[in-house]
């Protein structure tokens, strides 16, 4: 009994201690983040996104009086194609800057004009095209697209930077 507890101390703890320490390091490494540029078809799931320009506005032309954002406003223009076989939902989409600070979308399209809205229903085949809306800092930012499922959800980003254009009126 004496050799069995010694050959257990010896060899077998040190190679079950081994084994352990190579599954901890075997460890799968989380996914690096899908990044695309403006202009980039980028695939989320069955939905695949075109974020074709940004534009920063300090106010929107809105009656009876010009919409003032707390921060800046921030204009995403996108269009979004179902590739799927089925009807889906685009969702609302949230912006993170460099920090990880997430931002969601103004909930209001008060003097956007082809809003995307806040029902956002396409059926397969089918490609829509409208403008997100931002209250944010003036900052460079992520888009943060989804096929919005609840279950092994599609996340790509498309990366916004920090372009300001003179403010002219926000053209339809």
């Known amino acids: 009994m004496k050799n069995v507890?010694?050959?257990?101390?010896r060899v077998v703890m040190p190679l079950a201690a081994c084994l352990l320490l190579l599954c901890l390091s075997c460890k799968q490494a989380a996914p690096s983040k899908l990044?695309?540029?403006?202009?980039?078809?980028?695939?989320?799931g069955p939905l695949t996104y075109n974020v074709v320009e940004a534009q920063w506005k300090s106010q929107l032309e809105a009656s009876p009086?010009?919409?003032?954002?707390?921060?800046?406003?921030?204009?995403?223009?996108?269009?979004?194609t179902n590739s799927g076989g089925s009807d889906t939902s685009i969702p609302f989409l949230k912006l993170e800057n460099s920090t990880g600070?997430?931002?969601?979308?103004?909930?209001?399209?008060?003097?956007?004009?082809k809003w995307m809205g806040m029902l956002r229903r396409i059926a397969p085949a089918q490609t829509e095209d409208g403008w997100l809306l931002f209250d944010v800092p003036t900052n460079s930012?992520?888009?943060?697209?989804s096929d919005g499922?609840?279950?092994?959800?599609?996340?790509a980003?498309?990366?916004?930077?920090?372009?300001?254009?003179?403010d002219i009126p926000f053209t339809r």
């Open 5 to 9: 507890s010694q050959l257990i101390r």
């Open 157 to 166: 980003y498309v990366n916004i930077p920090l372009n300001i254009q003179p």
């Open 141 to 145: 930012y992520k888009l943060r697209i």
């Open 149 to 155: 499922a609840f279950e092994n959800e599609h996340v």
């Open 101 to 113: 600070e997430v931002f969601n979308e103004s909930e209001s399209g008060a003097g956007v004009d």
């Open 65 to 80: 009086t010009p919409r003032v954002p707390e921060r800046n406003f921030l204009l995403i223009r996108v269009q979004v």
């Open 35 to 44: 990044e695309f540029r403006l202009g980039e078809l980028a695939p989320a």
